[in-house]
């Protein structure tokens, strides 16, 4: 990606604009396709889907090959889901906001010291 940038950087980053696309593909059609048939949010979402692929696999890659372990990128994916859904569910789909989040975000500070502890 960029050469300057630390790899778990580069992995981050690509990995939490990926998200923004998923959390779209996967909910948007929730809010702005909800009249249409079933397989017209399908393949919009679909399409929004493709742009999270060609951020997610390189995000992934870098990561990988940098020294990340399969386990470290999933809870790192799992964090920026969380740290992208919650504004999502907020400002988007106009859901209240829920202290499960912030217990939500605090099992994931477990798991996160779980599999990033030496």
Known sequence: MISWMPPTLQ???LLSASNVFMTFA???HLKNLSAKPWFVAALVSWGIALFEYLLQVPGNRIGYTSGLTLAQLKIMQEVITLVIFVPF??????????TDFIWAGLCLVGAVYFV???
Request: cysteine-free.
């Open 116 to 118: 990033f502890r030496g």
């Open 26 to 28: 996967w909910y948007g």
């Open 11 to 13: 992995t981050v980053l």
């Open 89 to 98: 569910a907020m400002w988007v789909m106009d859901q209240p906001f829920k």
